[in-house]
């Protein structure tokens, strides 16, 4: 049966001190979504109701709590009471910030858009899912939590030319993982797939096999590869608007979908480093779930033509055949590389000629690499370098390729700036062919942060060490990396990973902010694997290795939908249907976060107030470790965004 009627839909945009919940309601004729919002035990907007003649009704857990109500569309003031007559507002899509405020002074904001269309003929709506809210483009629950990611911060290809030769091919990395909120880690039961979504430029990447020569060549860098275009090493398929499943593996308790074969091009042709997907969560009979959109970021800035393009100014780097001058820049530098690699180990084909035969490269020439990727047959850098990112490569008695690259680029001087490169302090090195000065692959809370002259605190080496350090023999790529105990230990945060001590990796026993031990192979413990609270990945809260929160608007996005503003994912309500009662229980033994804990802690901090000064610092007064992520009101108080939250700011000197 139809009806004619004013349809009215209200979206959660944004809340400031609010953990955002979805509950539809049905009302006669009228379909509204509403947000539910639980700021403390005896505070809270419980639901934004309607009744039959569209009047939106706040329904608050305690009445008698609060002070005043105030609906706002820009400066225009709507309504002061708990109700507002929607019937009033015109045609159209309208912004309304809802402030309600309690008696002592506390307070909690709500922004929802309300799209009015005064001629709309529609069905009766049978087909909503009561559990579900439709929220811009985004389906959400009030029942789950989904959280993804990509693993790096930053996946690297060879650009669109993989003709001559490959370091790393396009493998892009996809994990996620969905949270009952009244229970734990949903493993099976479940359906969930990743999609192209429009990227923060407006812009989409639904593509990679138009965009690159790799499916050209990728049987003979990959012998038997056979890979269909836009199909991944991994078999998984470039993200496009058609969804792809992932599949869960039982050994790391996520969802999957790697080796997703991403350029950063979008489908303009305009380059985007930061593309978006939507992933989505379903039950088997195709209800939504969840959704979340996840950036995953991929650079081709990765190159060699800073010394080995023919235009280059480094004489050293020069052939003595001379410069190959093609007129391909993407084919020339490679190019140069190779007649130089055949100049200092003329034999290296010949030698292993064998060993790459057995491994199914047949069309190698013996008389070196240069002849060979002229004769049609491209190198992959890791089929005689084994490479950790791409298992199952090299041969034996070469050597590793981290370990070849980095040690004998240590000692190279940087033609602009006269530096070998292992005596450079900062990034600038390393961005000299990693993704940098336009990727930005270092970024995120080590990455843009700042001393008092606005200098760059953290850089590479900060972590990795020198460029000698990363390539030592003894070193296993991929795997002995730093990890956050280097750094975050005993209540205190350094700017290095490395002990001056012993110039290598800091080693402690405080293990609150440890990785796990021996993850994900023995005698290793990578950040990537580590898993923390409720069996959550490490990314999953933190965001991904290079890029932990708060980082590019496009890595922002997941935090921000979950949780409604940007940093490491924290708020309780995020995962939970009700705030736990819990002391240490949290993160890394935290306490929860809200006006509920501060109006309980007193007992807690009587007891043993010791152990507050792991993040409130030895004296009290705040640390990095007690800074707010957002604004927020406590029990009447309001602390700012960055603000270190200090036992005096309420207590005085009294305390």
Not at 71 to 78: I, P, Q
Not at 341 to 361: C, F, I, T
Request: aromatic share 8%.
């Amino acid at each position: 049966m139809k009806n004619i009627f004013k349809k009215i839909l209200v979206f959660y945009v944004f809340a400031i001190s609010a953990y955002a919940d979805f509950a539809p309601i049905l009302v006669g004729d009228i379909t509204i979504f509403v947000p539910y919002t639980t700021i403390s035990s005896n505070f809270s907007i419980k639901t934004i109701n309607t009744d039959h003649n569209k009047i939106l009704n706040i329904v608050v857990e305690n009445p008698s709590n609060i002070a005043s109500y105030l609906w706002k569309e820009g400066n225009k003031v709507l309504s002061t009471s708990n109700t507002l007559d929607t019937s009033s507002l015109s045609s159209g899509v309208h912004t309304i910030t809802i402030i309600v405020t309690a008696i002592n002074g506390e307070e909690t904001t709500k922004t929802i858009t309300i799209n009015i269309d005064n001629n709309h003929d529609d069905d009766d709506d049978d087909d909503h899912n009561d559990s579900n809210t439709t929220t811009g483009g985004t389906t959400t629950s009030n029942a789950y939590m989904l959280t993804a990611w990509n693993d790096l911060g930053m996946h690297c290809m060879d650009g669109n030319d993989f003709s001559v030769w490959s370091v790393l091919p396009p493998f892009n990395n996809l994990h996620a993982q969905l949270k009952d909120k009244s229970g734990g880690l949903v493993t099976s039961g479940v359906i969930i797939t990743y999609e192209s979504t429009t990227g923060t430029d407006g812009k989409i990447n639904t593509s990679s096999a138009d965009k690159t020569n790799f499916w050209d060549f990728s049987n003979k860098l990959f012998p038997n590869s056979n890979l269909q275009a836009n199909v991944g090493l991994a078999g998984n398929k470039t993200p496009s608007t058609t969804p792809e499943n992932m599949s869960y593996d039982t050994k790391e308790n996520w969802w999957k979908a790697e080796g997703l074969p991403l350029t950063p091009y979008n489908d303009d042709g305009s380059k985007n480093y930061y593309p978006l997907v939507k992933v989505t969560a379903k039950d088997t009979q195709g209800n939504i779930l969840a959704t979340a959109k996840v950036v995953l970021p991929v650079s081709d800035e990765m190159d060699c033509k800073r010394c080995h393009a023919s235009t280059s100014l480094a004489p050293k780097a020069k052939p003595n055949a001379g410069w190959v001058n093609n007129t391909d820049p993407e084919k020339d530098f490679k190019l140069n590389v190779l007649r130089l690699h055949d100049e200092r180990m003329p034999n290296a084909v010949k030698d292993n000629l064998a060993a790459l035969q057995a491994k199914g490269y047949t069309t190698f020439d013996s008389a070196g690499l240069e002849a060979t990727a002229n004769a049609g047959t491209p190198i992959l850098c890791a089929a005689c370098h084994s490479s950790n990112a791409l298992p199952g490569t090299g041969v034996s008695g070469v050597p590793a390729f981290t370990n070849a690259i980095h040690s004998y680029h240590a000692t190279v001087v940087d033609p602009y700036t006269n530096l070998a490169m292992n005596d450079s302090q900062n990034r600038d090195s390393c961005y000299a062919c990693h993704p940098g000065s336009s990727t930005k692959c270092l970024r995120g809370a080590m990455g843009d942060a700042k001393d008092a002259n606005g200098k760059n605190t953290m850089q590479c080496q900060s972590c990795h060490g020198t460029i000698s350090h990363v390539g030592d023999k003894n070193r296993k790529g991929w795997f002995d990396e730093p990890n956050c105990q280097s750094c975050h230990h005993d209540g205190v945060r350094e700017t290095s990973a490395i002990d001056p001590a012993t110039n290598t990796l800091r080693h402690v026993v405080d293990t609150k902010f440890a990785t796990n031990l021996n993850t994900p192979a023995a005698g290793v413990s990578l950040y990537r694997f580590s898993t923390g609270h409720g069996d959550l990945q490490c990314e999953a809260c933190h965001g991904a290795t290079h890029a932990i929160y708060p980082a590019h608007n496009a890595d922002n996005l997941l935090s921000e939908g979950i949780q409604g503003h940007t940093g490491t994912i924290g708020e309780c309500s995020s995962c939970h249907t009700s705030v736990p009662r819990t002391v240490t229980g949290g993160p890394h033994g935290m306490h929860p976060v809200g006006s509920s804990w501060v109006k309980t802690h007193r007992d807690v901090a009587e007891r043993n107030a010791a152990q507050c000064t792991t993040c409130h610092g030895a004296d009290y007064r705040g640390s990095v470790l007690s800074k707010m992520f957002t604004t927020r009101t406590l029990d009447g108080k309001t602390f700012t965004k960055g603000q270190q939250v200090s036992c005096y700011a309420c207590h005085g000197k009294k305390w």
